[in-house]
C-alpha cells in the first residue's frame, strides 16, 4: 500500500508538515479557482474550521442540553442568552450564543472512548483494517492544499492533543495534523538551543562531516529529501512565520481576554494560524470523563471555557472572521442522566450534545431535541456521520466517492447526511 | 461489480490455484544435498544437530547459491561484501535493535576470531536486546497498546516472553487465537480483548497477519478482485464467534445482588471495572449472515456454519472446540499460506523487501522471485519447528544479507533482486533506542518500575478477583459510604459559594478539610487473611505451553540487574519499556513509530518535525549531560584525539578519518564536543541504516 501511495504521488512525496520545494519556486499545484468552484457547488461559507473536542465524553445535561426542573439536572443551573440556553456557569460566552447551534441530538450506539472518538473524528467506525482521515485531512485533500501555496505553515494543526487523531489514515502523510501540545511552547524544537553563531558552526560541520555519505546515496531520495528538509527547517527557523505559533506576540489583553489557560491559549494561537491561511485546527479539552463528581468539575472548569470560548467569538466578530470560520464543539458520547453514587455521570451514546457557529450557519437556536430527562433523542437525530457531513457542508467539500490506494471507496462525512436547516 | 458465479467450492479451487505455491514437505532440496556432500564432515554435523552452526551456515550458503542462481538468470551483479565496520552497525541495528555501545564496538573490533561474525549474530540473538526489538516488531504486527480493553501491559509482557523463550511461531500462534482467560493469567487473551466487541475485523485481521491473505473486503461484499465471497468470510468467522471480551464475574454478580441502593451498586462497579474484559468462549455459538446480505446462495440473516476457505477442513467436535481446530488448521505444516508467509515475513525483516510482495495479500497470481528459495525457507521454517530464532540466523548468516547497499535507484514496479542491502532510515525505535544506548550504561536492562501509563489501574485485580461476595459488598458498601459523605460535604461548599462567591472562605477551607479527612477503605482490609496469605490461581489452568513459558522467563533472569546504575536517568528506557504506543508528540511518534491502530502502520517518512527535533530538541541535553554515559567516557581519556575517537565510535561506530579529525579539530581544541556529538547526530550517516 505504501508503494502504491508512492506511485500515486510522485512530485509531492517531500511535501511534508512544513515546507516545500515548491515554496521556493511559487509553484501551486492547484488554483485557488478550483476551491472556489467548490464552495459554490454546495453553497458552504466557510474556508476554515476550528474542531473543538471535548475528551472524555462531555456531560450534554450540564452544558448544552439543560433541563431545568427534571430530577436528572441535579445542581445545574440554565442561563439565557442571545441563543439557546447553556449552563450559567458559562458566563460570558452566553453573549454570542446568536453564532451557536447546539445540536441536542447526537445519537450513537459506541460507549467506549476510543472507538467513539473515532467515530467522531473520522464518521466511520474504527476497523482494525483500516485508518480513515479525519475532517482536517478531507479539508485539505479536497480543496488540492499543497505546502507551500500560501506560506511555510501546515495546513492542518492539532493543539493538545492527546486524543485527538493524529493521523493521516489512509490518505498522504503531508495532511496529517501537526501535532502541538503545549500552545504556549510555540512550535516545538523550533528555537536553537546555541547562538546563532554556534548554530551555523554545527550545521557546517555536520554537513562537512556528512560529505562523503551524500555523494555516496545521491541518487537515494531518502537521503536527498533531507537535504531539502534542512533547508527549510533552517528557512523556517529564520522566517516571520515561525511567529505564527508565538502567542506572547498577542497584546497582553487579548492574551487575558482568551484565558491563561491551556484551552484559551489552543484558542487563540487557533485563531493565530487560521489567520495565517491555516484550514483545520482542533483544539483538544480533557477531563470530561465525570464518572464522579460531574458538578464539581462543571464549576472549575466551565467559567474559565466560557470565557475562553467568548474571548474567541468576540475576537472572530473583531477580525471579522465569524462569517467564514466553521467552530465546531463535539465530543465522543454524553453522559447518564442518572447521577450515580458519586455524584457523577457515566457514559452515555444514545443522546448527546455539540455545536457548530460562524461560518455560514444560522445561529440563535439548538437544533434536535432530546426527552424531557435527556435520555434519548426525542427529535432530529443526528450521528456521528451526520455530524461531520454537516461540518463538510459548511466548508464546502462534496461528499463525492474517492477511492484509497488499496481500493476500497471513501467519502467525507461517510453515509451522513448535513443538516442543511440551520445555514 | 460484476456478480461472480457462486461456486460452493471456491475454497477447495483456491487451494489448487495456490499448489504451485505450497512448499513440498521433502526433507532437503537437490541444491541442498549437493552442498552438504560438497561439505562432507561437516555436513555430518549438521545432519544430526538441526540447529547447530554447522547446519545454520550450510543452509546461510543454499541461500546464497539459490540467489547466485537468480542473479545468473537475469544477469543481474551483487554488491561487495559489507567491511566490519558496515556489519557492526548493521547488525546491531537489526537484531538489537540499536548502534553498539562503545565497549561493545571495541570488543568486536579487537576480536581476530575468523567467525566472529557468526559468534556475533549468535550473541546478539541471545541477549535482551533481541527480545526488545522483536517485541517492537509483534506489537506492529498484532497492535498492542498499553491502553486497550483487559490490560495490553499484560499482553505486551506475554509477547516479551514469547521472543524471550523463543517459544516456536506456530505455538505462539496456536496460544493467541485459542487464548482465554485474563490477561494477567494468560498474557495472550489479549489477542481477542484487543478487538473487543469487533469479532469480524479480528477474523480479518488473524487472515491477514498469519496466513498473508486479505479477505477484509469480503466482510461486507464479495472480494472484487480476489476469489473470497462474503459467504466464505462469515464461513471462516464462524470458528471464532464464539468469542466473548465482556465478564461479569460471579463473585461481582453475588456482591451486587447482596447490596440494596443504587449508589453501593454504582461504588462495586466502580471498583470492579478491570475484572469487565476477560476472553471466554461459547464454543458452539453459529453466526448470522448480515441483514443486507445480497447474493443468491443464501438468505439475510441465515445462520452459517464454520469452513476454512483453503486446505483441509478443520474438524471439530469430538472435545475438539471449533477455535482449536481453527488455531490446528491455521498452524499445520500442511495449511498452504502459514509457513510461508512467516518465512516471508522475517526474509521481509532481514531483507527490507519480501520474496512476494505484498506480504500480506497473497493473490492467485502472486509470484515468489524465486519459487525454489520460498520453499527452501518453507521447508526450514517446518525443520526447525517453527524456530524463529534459528530462522533468523541462518539468513542473518547468509553473504546476501552481508552485501553493500544497492546504490541503483529501484522502481518499486521491478522486482528486486537482492542484489545489494537496502538503504533505509533507521525506524522510530531505532533512533530512540540508540540515543538510549549513547545515554547509559547497559540500555537493555533499564526496566520501568510499574507498567506504562494506562486509563485504569489494574494493582488490585487478582485480589478482586478472588475475594468472596460478602467481602467485595462490605468493600464496595464502605467505598459508598466515603463517596456520599465527601458528595455531602461538597454540595455544603458549593451552597456557601453560591451564597457568596468571595466570602465564607473560612467556613469552606474548614469544610475541604473535613471531605480530606474522609478516608476510603482499603482492599486488603476486606480480604481474610488466610485466602490473602496465599490464594489460588483461580481454576484455570496453563497450558503446557504457558507453564513452559513461565518456567524459562523465570530462569532467564538476567533481567534481574542492579537498577540503582540507571538513577539520574528517569526517561531513558528502550521503546519497548514506554507505552505503545507514545503520544503523539513524542520524538518515537514524530518519526514515525506506529499508532498501533492498524496493522505494521510505522513509517520511516522523513519530514521537517523530525529535523527540528535533532536540531533543537531537549534530548540532546542528556545525550550530552555530564552524566551520558558517552560524555563519561570521554572524559576518562585525556588525549583530544582520543576524545574524539571515542565520540565517533559512540556513533557511528567507527573512527575518526584524518580528514573527519581535521574538520572537528577547531571544536576539540575548545574544549566543545558537544558541538561535535550535536553534528553527528545531524548526519545521515548517524541516521541511515548502510
New interface residues.
Partial sequence: MKDQLKKLDGPSRRDFMVGAAGAAFGVSVLPSLMEQQLFAATGGKAKRCIWLYMSGGMTHLDTFDLKPGASTQGPTEAQKTNGAPINKLFGDFGKYMKHVVPINSLTTTTGDHGGANYLMHTAYPQRGTIKHPGMGCWLLYLTGWEMGQKNMLPGNVLIGGGSGQATSGWMDIKYAPLPIGNPAGGLPNSKPRVSKEQFDDRLQLASDLDAEFRVKYKNKKDVHAYTGLYQDAIRLMNSKELEVFDIFKEKEEVQMQYGKNGFGQGLLLARRLLENDVKFVEVDLGGWDNHAGVFDSMETRLPAMGASLAGLFKDLEEKNMIDDTLVVLTTEFGRTPRINGGQGRDHHPAAFSGFVAGGGVRGGQAYGKSDSQGYRVAENPVLPADFNATVAYALGLPQKVVKAPNGRPFQVGFHGKPITEIF | MIATPRLRFTGAFAALMLFALVMPAHAQTARELALIQRLGKQAEEAKTNTKSLAETLAAAKTIDEYMAAVWKDKKATATKGINDQVFLRRIYLDIAGRIPTLEETLAFYRNASPNKRSKLIDDLLNSEAYTSNMFNFWADLM?VQS?M?GNGNEYARWIKNVVRTNMPYDKMVYELVTAEGYTWENGAAGFYL??S??PL??M??TV?IFLGTSI??AQCHDH??DNWSQFEFYEMAAYTYGQNTRFRPKNVEEASAMLS???????LN?LTRVLGYKTTWTDSRDIALPENYKYDDAKPGQMVKPYTIFGDQAKFGNGVTRREAYAKWMTSPSNPRFTMVIANRMWNKVFNRGLF??IDEIMDDTEPLDRGLLDYLSHKMVQYDYDIKQFLRVLYNTQAYQRE?T???LD??EPYLFTGSV???MSAEQIWDSMVAMSIPDPDHHFRNGAPRQ?YDYSDVELLQHMEPKELAAYAKEY?KG??AK?EI??KI?DL?KANMNGNKNAIMALQKQMDAIKMPNIRDFVSTAKSAEKEKDDYEMTKNQQLMADNAEMLKDTKVDQSKYNGFVDMYRASELTSPE???HML?LFGQS?R???N?A???????????M???GL??TITSDKSLMMQNVEKVSDPSEKVQVIFLSMLNRKASSR?MK??EP?ARKNDYK??V???M????FS?VQ
Fill in positions: 497492535r491502553n480493553n484487543r478487538d466487541g469487533m475485523d479480528n480479518s485481521t491477514q477484509v473486503c472484487p478482485f441502593g443504587e449508589e453501593e451498586k454504582d461504588a466502580d510482495e505484498p547497499i546504490v541503483a535507484t518499486p514496479d538503504l533505509r532510515r486509563r459508598s463517596r456520599v458528595a461538597q454540595t458549593r459559594r503520544g503523539p508528540t511518534r499508532d491502530d492498524v496493522v502502520n513509517n520511516r517518512e522523513p519530514n521537517l518535525v523530525q529535523v527540528l527535533a536540531f533543537n530538541g540532546f541535553d573527519e574538520l572537528v571544536f558541538s561535535i550535536w553534528a553527528i545531524n548526519m545521515r550517516e541511515f
